[in-house]
């Protein structure tokens, strides 16, 4: 994989963890969506997102690791 498709996944990779960690606390902390989605839907919803953007930080994180050893510059 060449530098310029690493570097536009990488900051994919960080932008999907802000969108789903913005989206699950708009929906903690303010009434979106509430006509819809209430009770245990909402809360699975909720750690759905949360648990989504933990997984690809994690994710991002082992990519850094695993370049850092490597020696590569992303």
Same mark, same amino acid.
């Given at each position: 994989?060449?530098?310029?498709?690493?570097?536009?996944?990488?900051?994919?990779?960080?932008?999907?963890?802000?969108?789903? %960690?913005?989206? *699950?606390? &708009?929906?903690?902390?303010?009434?979106?969506?509430?006509? @819809?989605?209430?009770? =245990? /839907?909402?809360?699975?919803?909720?750690? %759905?997102?949360? *648990?989504? &953007?933990?997984?690809?930080?994690?994710?991002?994180?082992? @990519?850094?690791?695993? =370049? /850092?050893?490597?020696?590569?510059?992303?």
């Amino acid at each position: 994989m060449n530098s310029i498709s690493k570097t536009i996944s990488f900051w994919f990779a960080i932008l999907m963890v802000l969108l789903t %960690l913005g989206l *699950g606390i &708009a929906f903690v902390f303010t009434d979106l969506m509430k006509e @819809t989605m209430y009770g =245990n /839907k909402r809360l699975i919803f909720i750690a %759905l997102m949360f *648990g989504y &953007a933990i997984y690809r930080g994690y994710r991002i994180y082992l @990519t850094f690791q695993q =370049n /850092k050893i490597n020696g590569e510059n992303n």
